[in-house]
């Protein structure tokens, strides 16, 4: 007779467990759904971002997170619990897009919060486009501004390495994916992305000591994820839409709605941004 014991609840909780090889076990699967051995650019949509993937271009594989190892639906409002395999013009080449991403204030772990960046490296992503909303530090970023990361502060006192994984971060944001970004929309400002472990906003107080720290973006993703993707050679562009002015920046009190109405207003920026830098990696 044979037992069959129910799937674990988070396939990272073993620490004997090798992440990387969960992750060829996903892209593998991604390959066999989507019909194409590799791909070639990866996006994560952030908050905000959810409209601008039917504007890089044709979706020709939709999967569920759930059918993928490692993935879970979303647990974000507004975030699509899928990922697609879209295909970038009439060049055959593929990229794969995120709908959501595990949050570290989920509580899955860091493993669990980088799994989607090194899934894509495994599928053969060479290139991986970070995008998020966030609070703003500027003033002058109304909600609705689309900004390149230069670089960023970790402030979640984590990392997704483990062991004595010494990675260089100079030029995390790849200055070569920033630049074509400009070409496409000169018109983009850049600034130092800030993460905290969330899920609460931060305090006034907080949004003074990130922008004495040099931030001028708030968020409560991308840094761990960035990390993960230089670490397996990916090259990064980190975009983070401002949907909000930062706590005590703007008078008024933040609410997700606010988020995603930016988004909205954001679609028809952010998604031809995207679609011409992905054409163009
Ligand atoms: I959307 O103001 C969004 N995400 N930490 N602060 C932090 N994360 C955010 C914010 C914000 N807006």
């Known amino acids: 007779m044979t037992t069959t014991l129910p799937p674990a609840a988070n396939p990272f909780d073993d620490p004997a467990s090798d992440p990387l090889a969960l992750a060829a076990e996903a892209a593998a699967v991604i390959a066999e759904r989507s019909g194409?051995?590799?791909?070639?650019?990866?996006?994560?949509?952030?908050?905000?971002?959810?409209?601008?993937?039917?504007?890089?271009?044709?979706?020709?594989?939709?999967?569920?997170?759930?059918?993928?190892?490692?993935?879970?639906?979303?647990?974000?409002?507004?975030?699509?619990?899928?990922?697609?395999?879209?295909?970038?013009?009439?060049?055959?080449?593929?990229?794969?897009?995120?709908g959501?991403?595990?949050?570290?204030?989920?509580?899955?772990?860091?493993?669990?919060?980088?799994?989607?960046?090194?899934?894509?490296?495994?599928?053969?992503?060479?290139?991986?486009?970070?995008?998020?909303?966030?609070?703003?530090?500027?003033e002058e970023w109304a909600p609705g501004t689309p900004v390149l990361i230069r670089d960023h502060?970790?402030?979640?006192?984590?990392?997704?390495?483990?062991?004595?994984?010494?990675?260089?971060?100079?030029?995390?944001?790849?200055?070569?994916?920033?630049?074509i970004a400009k070409e496409v929309d000169p018109g983009l400002d850049e600034g130092v992305y800030a993460q905290f472990r969330g899920p609460q906003y931060e305090t006034p107080a907080e949004v003074q000591m990130a922008k004495r720290l040099g931030a001028d973006l708030v968020g409560m993703s991308t840094t761990l994820e960035a990390i993960a993707a230089r670490h397996v050679g990916l090259e990064i562009l980190g975009v983070s839409l401002v949907t909000n002015l930062a706590a005590g920046i703007s008078p008024t009190a933040l609410s997700h709605e606010e988020v995603l109405e930016a988004g909205q207003a954001a679609?028809?920026?952010?998604?031809?941004?995207?679609?011409?830098?992905?054409?163009?990696?």
């Not at 502060?153 to 630049?179: C, H, I, K, M, W």
């Not at 679609?267 to 990696?281: N, Q, S, T």
């Open 267 to 281: 679609a028809a920026r952010c998604g031809r941004l995207l679609a011409e830098v992905v054409g163009r990696i």
């Open 153 to 179: 502060l970790n402030l979640t006192a984590t990392s997704p390495l483990e062991g004595a994984t010494f990675v260089d971060l100079t030029d995390l944001y790849s200055a070569r994916l920033r630049a």
């Open 36 to 98: 194409a051995a590799t791909h070639d650019i990866a996006l994560v949509l952030g908050s905000g971002w959810g409209q601008t993937a039917d504007l890089v271009g044709q979706t020709l594989a939709t999967i569920p997170n759930e059918d993928v190892p490692g993935f879970h639906r979303a647990a974000v409002a507004g975030h699509s619990g899928a990922m697609r395999s879209v295909a970038i013009g009439d060049t055959g080449r593929r990229a794969l897009v995120f």
């Open 100 to 138: 959501t991403r595990t949050h570290f204030y989920e509580g899955r772990g860091v493993r669990a919060v980088v799994h989607g960046v090194r899934t894509a490296a495994a599928t053969g992503c060479r290139a991986i486009v970070l995008t998020n909303g966030c609070g703003g530090l500027r």
